[in-house]
């Protein structure tokens, strides 16, 4: 078995090298890639707007990109996990709180699966979810905005990678674990993995009105990996299915001892049975310490909770409610279509994929038709809930995607390509290169009741030659790929920032409108908010200085500041006063160990600068705002720390 194993994997290693590397420059170039219809196809005029918005989770950036398709342009980069000095988030008081974990403050993270809300299983474009892999956290980002509004710790958790997922209305967002660990965390040998490790799948409620995150409950399942998940849909809404390797529970080595065994799982939760098991008081509350992290739009600010609780559930206690259905092949990719039937799970050691139904597996279950049992977990039989395998003809499969037409569309990492197959009859209608090494790909609305099947983005991990060299480290490239046709086609490679795992799209039509413009300065309710520009002023409290200082085209309000002393801690809460769409200004200050702030209209941001050196420091708006922005400047005199001068601003006084 073993053997076998390394000899698949050297073989898929050839093959990587003859389709992927082998087929560089001859292949696309003079190909369909660029003859004029796939041209015009992606070709977006000047002022025109696209007509999808594509969400790429950022991997090692942490963050969220915005992009449209089909021009592949990129619109944003959405702060998430990560401090990021092009705005100030992370680094000013405000969003501070935002980055805060039982670890204690970490500006940095591992995003992978971005996923919309939705409403009867359709996008409903409120907000989008992301994952933290590294530090467990699930962020709620409002599409309003297009702001992180809410980060939530996910404690018994490591490598929170079959996450973040929701179900049909958006009920609970979902977070499973990757890598098994003692629960609760405590000193023990490693090597004792097996039986004593456990791994938590979680279910946070969402609030319907504010989509405020609540852990409801925790599943303790077996010391698997669990490693990605999707909700049930249509029928099969109330379930969520996880897959699983290393069922083997290997502590070391794990690339050939978690391949030991020729299935594991996909483990089918009844999440609807737990929820009424808790809701009837079932469940254990065991101590945790996990953050809550909650950005409020009218204060412009977040605080931080620690929460010191979270209920756990036995699955045993819960007859009925979890499943394990034998997988091929470690299986990565665990997706269901959009009629809820079929279950996918990408064997990602295999060249086939496996099709469970939904259906069958209910009547396996009803039948009392098992398998033995994993710690007491019921398994199916295969053949039982097997509805149809594919021969796909490619290796290494990882992701499935959806196109509402009765098709579907799997990537493989090994052979590099997406291959197209009908839903049903299993059939391989299509197949095309990706260029190279393709992890997810991306339907709008692919992973919902009602994708919109135009097009396919492959999420591409390696790039290679694709584009000019920068250096030994190439941004990721995608490619978009017309799909309204029998066989697909290939149109465009655009390069995408971080890593992008996974991406979210959605129609342009059911977000633009929304769109917040900006912030109305008559609701801000920043405690530090000055409304009118008579409002200005500073304060000293101690050794703190207060700055309320107020922006609009082309002057901060005051502009001259002394009697700051060397030892103060000097708070600069700026509130912008236009009320223009697109109208931020700048805010930086010499020295400053933060970064600067990009305050939009309305809005209040406050940023600290500890003042080292006796002198007369500028401070300046970054951003280019007005034919005047290069006058938009003023000065902080510094005393001695103990210097008598009285504090005093002023403004427009020589
Ligand atoms: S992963 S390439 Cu979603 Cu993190 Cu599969
Ligand atoms: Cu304000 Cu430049």
């Known amino acids: 078995m073993k053997k076998y194993k390394f000899q698949l994997l050297s073989l898929c290693g050839a093959l990587l090298f003859l389709t992927g590397c082998g087929n560089n420059n001859g292949g696309t170039k003079s190909s369909g890639a660029l003859n004029s219809s796939a041209a015009e196809k992606v070709y977006v005029a000047p002022g025109e707007h696209d007509e999808f918005y594509a969400f790429m989770s950022g991997g090692y950036s942490g963050n969220l990109t915005v992009y449209g398709l089909p021009s592949g342009r990129m619109f944003k980069e959405i702060p998430v996990f990560s401090q990021f000095p092009t705005s100030g988030y992370g680094y000013s008081e405000e969003t501070k709180p935002m980055l805060e974990t039982s670890h204690g403050f970490v500006p940095w993270d591992d995003s992978h699966h971005p996923d919309i809300s939705q409403t009867n299983g359709e996008l409903d474009g409120r907000w989008i979810f992301i994952n933290g892999n590294n530090t467990p956290r699930i962020a709620r980002i409002s599409l309003t905005t297009f702001e992180t509004e809410e980060i939530i710790e996910v404690p018994n958790s490591a490598g929170n990678h079959s996450s973040s997922f929701v179900t049909e209305n958006t009920e609970y967002v979902v977070a499973g674990t990757r890598f098994s660990v003692p629960i609760p965390q405590r000193d023990m040998p490693i090597n004792e993995y097996k039986g004593n490790f456990q791994g938590a799948l979680s279910f946070i409620s969402v609030d319907p009105e504010h989509g405020h995150m609540d852990i409801k409950f925790q599943i303790i399942m077996p010391g698997f990996n669990y490693d990605l998940s999707h909700p049930g849909r249509g029928k099969s809404h109330g379930w969520f299915f996880f897959t699983t390797y290393n069922t083997e529970e290997a502590n070391t080595l794990q690339e050939v001892n978690s391949s030991q065994n020729d299935k594991d799982f996909i483990a089918a939760i009844n999440w609807k049975k737990v929820e009424e098991y808790v809701n009837n008081g079932g469940g254990t509350k065991v101590p945790a310490n996990y953050a809550h992290n909650i950005y409020d739009e009218a204060t412009h600010t977040a605080t931080s909770t620690m929460k010191k609780e979270v209920l756990t559930v036995n699955p045993l206690e819960v007859p009925g409610a979890v499943f ?21 799970g990408n064997g990602k050691l295999s ?44 290796l290494g499969p990882l992701h499935t995607e959806f196109d509402g037409k009765g098709n579907a569309y799997t990537t493989f990492f090994i052979s590099s390509e997406v291959v197209k197959w009908k839903l049903g009859t299993w059939e391989v209608i299509d197949r095309k290169p990706t260029y190279y090494s393709v992890g997810h790909l991306m339907i709008p609305g692919g992973n919902s009741r009602k994708p919109f099947g135009k097009y396919v983005v492959a999420l591409n991990k390696i790039t290679k030659d694709r584009y000019l060299p920068v250096g030994p480290e190439m941004e990721h490239s995608a490619q978009i790929y017309d799909i309204s046709g029998e066989k697909m086609e290939l149109l465009y490679d655009f390069p995408t920032h971080g890593e992008p795992h996974y991406a979210a799209g959605i129609p342009a039509e059911l977000l633009a409108s929304k769109a917040k413009k900006i912030y109305r300065l008559d609701e801000n309710k920043h405690p530090y908010a000055v409304t009118s520009p008579d409002q200005a002023r500073v304060e000293r409290k101690g050794k703190e200085v207060h700055i309320y200082m107020s922006t609009i085209r082309s002057h901060f309000t005051p502009d001259n500041i002394e009697g700051v002393k060397v030892g103060d801690k000097v708070f600069f809460h700026i509130t912008n006063h ?23 209209p309305g809005q209040t941001k406050t940023s600290v600068w500890e003042p080292k050196k006796v002198g007369v420091w500028p401070f300046y708006c970054t951003d280019f705002c007005s034919a005047l922005h290069q006058e938009m400047q003023g000065y902080v005199r510094v005393s001695p720390a103990n210097s008598t001068i009285e504090l005093s601003w002023s403004l427009g006084e020589d």
Request: charged residues 20%.
């Open 351 to 394: 060249a086939d994929l496996t099709v469970h139904s939904f259906d069958n597996m209910i009547a396996a279950i009803e039948g009392e038709k098992f398998d033995g049992e994993a710690y007491g977990i019921p398994i199916l039989k295969f053949e039982d809930v097997l509805a149809g395998t594919v021969k796909s003809g490619g």
């Open 324 to 344: 394990f259905l034998p997988t091929p092949k470690s299986p990565h990719g665990c997706d269901v279509d959009p009629s809820g039937e079929y279950i996918i």
């Open 578 to 600: 236009e009320q223009d769409f697109d109208v931020p200004h700048g805010f930086a200050m010499i020295g400053q160990n933060t970064s600067e702030l990009l305050v939009m």
